[in-house]
DNA sequence: TTTGTCATCTTGACAGTGTAAAGATAGCTG
DNA sequence: CAGCTATCTTTACACTGTCAAGATGACAAA
């Protein structure tokens, strides 16, 4: 390693570049060479780990949702029932992405969002924000002895996931965050009916 | 008119060519050049008509919306009383999309967001889909003698909009079909308690 | 040590992109 | 008719993603 011919570390060099572009001015605005040049590495170093600039996209939304992981489930950690984590998840998912809407629009925006999910033609089921969900949900319902068939659970998910999805859109879309509260009412009432 | 040197109608053919190429292969694949080219004409003349590539992308937009707002305008058409109306109106909004998710991608997706939606610093209280969900909540308290201070009427407006929304997006994003009676579930239990 | 292999990085090239500037065209107004 | 002006063409430029050919150096085998 150095800062010799070889970088040393140039994979993690890259999406940490590209994240910061991200940051600075949205993603219309990340190009390969510019990443290239921050990390100070010829314009087209970036295809020995990168096939794609779309895999490097891949590479840097996988880091933003690392840290949104970690987020909810630190929120997760403060809870102290199964009710609180629930409510506590769903607020921490609107206020991530409501401290940086960039990230929404990176993540849930741009083009190939199937790509990021990877989904086989059902919401994806490896997803790790949603994989979350889809366990405190089980917990919420071991918690409550209640029984539901596996249709009602599919329901009760997509129910529980839109609605906390679509008020990040919203805040994210619109811009407005003068509506926190309003999120907090509402997100302060999830519970499965 | 004609086809000499000018064009006739070219803004409009240039919107109906870049609504067909998103059609065919998403925003991803729309280029001025492209969309100059389907159109017979070099690959300046768009700037005759848009000041900026964002200009047709925005023209394109509200020809897009306008579509969608023909559509919910006819599903409250079809609806006998007020509950039905914004029961239809969900439904149309979130099959809408399901139908095209291109669409969603390109409304909703994509970059500036907010200089569609031209919020000032509210949730747009100019966009066309949203002022006609308005319209209907507030048809909809009247009929049912419902008195509402502002706050709660945002409050309702933004959890309507948002259960919609959030379930068109995870639709579209996730690509999957299959729920789309669980949608019709959920939407059937639309009202404002 | 020497040799060879291989991932990594550089250089150079190419087609495609958005956009600006300067000029051509033709329809409209006087 | 003359002139104006919106519309369209041509030319040019910087920037993009990507590829191919070569340079470099780390490391393993000899």
């Known amino acids: 390693m150095g800062d010799g011919y070889h970088h040393g570390n140039l994979r993690q060099a890259l999406i940490d570049a590209g994240l910061k572009l991200i940051n600075e001015s949205g993603e219309e605005n990340l190009s390969l060479r510019k990443v290239a040049l921050q990390c100070n590495v010829s314009h087209a170093a970036p295809y020995a780990h990168f096939k794609d600039k779309e895999e490097l996209i891949e590479a840097i ?7 949104f992981m970690r987020e909810l489930q630190e929120a997760i950690g403060k809870a102290s029932n199964v009710d609180e984590e629930i409510v506590n998840m769903g607020k921490t998912y609107v206020t991530f992405f409501v401290k940086n809407p960039d990230y929404f629009k990176f ?3 741009s083009q190939n969002i199937e790509a990021h999910l990877r989904c086989d ?3 994806k089921d490896d997803y790790p924000p949603f994989v979350l969900l889809k ?4 917990k919420y319902l071991d918690a409550h002895n209640m029984r539901r068939s596996d249709d009602e659970k599919e329901l009760d998910i997509i129910k529980l996931w839109s609605s906390v999805h679509g008020l990040a859109s919203i805040a994210c ?4 965050k003068t ?7 509402i997100l302060s009432d999830l519970r499965i009916t």
Not at 173 to 176: A, K, L, Q, R
Not at 179 to 185: A, G, R
């Open 173 to 176: 879309m619109t811009g407005v």
């Open 121 to 123: 033609n059902e919401y």
């Open 179 to 185: 509506s926190l509260d309003w999120n907090d009412k």
């Open 61 to 67: 939304k996988e880091s933003v949702t690392g840290s």
């Open 135 to 138: 366990e405190e949900y089980l």
């Open 107 to 109: 993540l849930f925006g």
